[in-house]
C-alpha cells in the first residue's frame, strides 16, 4: 500500500533513509510509506549505487534530498549527518537497510570464507549501524523519543546455508541493536530490527538459491511471504509515537514463518515427491 491512503502517523517527523537503490528495494518502498504518512526525511547510499541505481527518480516523487555516503568511512558518514543537520536540524528515524557480501556474491562457501570479505561483510551489514547511531548521536541530531530501524534476516538465528557469512552479519546488527537500544532507552530513542522474510530485491535475488528459499518460505509461512510494501507499513508503526516503548527487539515480518514447523500441504508434496523418487 505504498502510494495509498495514509494515516497521517508521521506528520512533523524528520527522518535519514539508508539503502533505496531501485524501486524493488525495501528501502524505497519504505520511503514511499514514509512520504504517505507525512514525513519529511533525506535519501543516502554508497557513491557507487548514486551512480548506477535510480535514486533521483525517488527523490523527485518524494521531495527528498540525497546525500552520498560509504557506511563504511567514518569520515562520509561525519559529513553526511552535518548535511542532514543543515537540512534537517534534527531527526526523529532512521532507517538502516544496507546489506552486502563479496563472499554471497561470489558463492565461496562457508568453510572456505575469505576473511577479508568477511571483514567488509560485517563491516558494511552490521558495524555500519553502530557507526550511523553514534555519528549521528555525536552531531547531535538525534531527537529524544525517535526510533532507528534496522533490517534484518531469520539467518541470524538459524541456518541458511547459501546466505553464508551474512548469518553471522545479521546475528552482529542484531546485537548492535539491542546494546545501543540499552544506552538510548532513557532518552525514549528505540532500537529495533525488522526480521524480513525473503524478499524480491537487488541484494536478495543476488544470492544463489534465492528462489529456492524464497518458495520455501511462501509455502510454510501461514501468511505467506509478506511483500516490501507490507513491510514498509510496519516499519512505519515502529517510527511512529504509536510504539514509544517497543526497543531492542528483533521483530519478525514474516507471515509466520518463525514460529511454522511444517503444513499439510508441504507433507503431501514431500511424501509424493520422495514416492515418485523411490520409485525411479
Ligand atoms: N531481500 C531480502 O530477501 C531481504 C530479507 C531480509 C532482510 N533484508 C535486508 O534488507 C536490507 C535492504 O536490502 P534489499 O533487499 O532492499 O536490497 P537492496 O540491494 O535494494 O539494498 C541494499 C542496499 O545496501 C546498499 N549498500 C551496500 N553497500 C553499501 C555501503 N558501503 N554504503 C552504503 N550503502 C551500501 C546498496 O547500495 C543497496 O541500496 C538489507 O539489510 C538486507 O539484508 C533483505
Redesign the pocket.
Known amino acids: 500500500m505504498a502510494d495509498g491512503q495514509g494515516y497521517g502517523l508521521l506528520e512533523g517527523k524528520k527522518g535519514l533513509i539508508?539503502?533505496?537503490?531501485?524501486d524493488?528495494?525495501?528501502?524505497?518502498r519504505i520511503a514511499l510509506a514514509c512520504n504517505r504518512e507525512g514525513a519529511e526525511f533525506s535519501l543516502?547510499?554508497?557513491p557507487?549505487?548514486l551512480r548506477f541505481?535510480d535514486l533521483d527518480e525517488l527523490s523527485e516523487i518524494t521531495g527528498a534530498e540525497v546525500f552520498p555516503?560509504?557506511?563504511?568511512k567514518e569520515d562520509e558518514i561525519e559529513e553526511l549527518m552535518q548535511n542532514v543537520k543543515e537540512e534537517h536540524g534534527s531527526i526523529d528515524f532512521i532507517l538502516?537497510?544496507?546489506?552486502?557480501s563479496p563472499n554471497v556474491r561470489k558463492n565461496t562457501g562457508y568453510e572456505n570464507l575469505n576473511y577479508h570479505w568477511m571483514q567488509q561483510t560485517l563491516d558494511?551489514?552490521a558495524v555500519?549501524l553502530h557507526k550511523v547511531i553514534r555519528y549521528a548521536d555525536e552531531a547531535g541530531i538525534l531527537n529524544d523519543g525517535g526510533s532507528i530501524v534496522?533490517?534484518?534476516?531469520i539467518g541470524a538465528q538459524r541456518i541458511f546455508s547459501k546466505y553464508s557469512d551474512?548469518n553471522d552479519a545479521?546475528a552482529l546488527l542484531e546485537s548492535i541493536a539491542r546494546n545501543y537500544g540499552s544506552r538510548l532507552a532513557e532518552r525514549g530513542i528505540r532500537v529495533n530490527t525488522v526480521?524480513?522474510?525473503?524478499?524480491?530485491?537487488?541484494?536478495?535475488t543476488?544470492i544463489k538459491g534465492?528462489d529456492g528459499m524464497y518458495t520455501f518460505a511462501d509455502k510454510l509461512a501461514p501468511m505467506g511471504n509478506p511483500s516490501?510494501d507490507e513491510c514498509a507499513d510496519y516499519c512505519v508503526t515502529l517510527f511512529s509515537d504509536l510504539t514509544r516503548k517497543v526497543t531492542m527487539q528483533n521483530l519478525y515480518h514474516d507471515g509466520g514463518f518463525v514460529t511454522a514447523g511444517i503444513n499439510e500441504e508441504m507433507i503431501n508434496d514431500l511424501a509424493k515427491l520422495y514416492s515418485e523418487r523411490e520409485e525411479e
Open positions: 539508508f539503502g533505496a537503490l531501485d524493488r528495494s525495501i528501502a524505497w543516502s547510499n554508497a557507487v549505487a541505481g555516503c560509504d557506511v563504511t538502516h537497510a544496507i546489506g552486502m558494511i551489514s555500519s534496522a533490517l534484518s534476516y551474512m545479521k526480521s524480513q522474510a525473503p524478499t524480491q530485491t537487488s541484494a536478495g543476488g534465492f516490501a
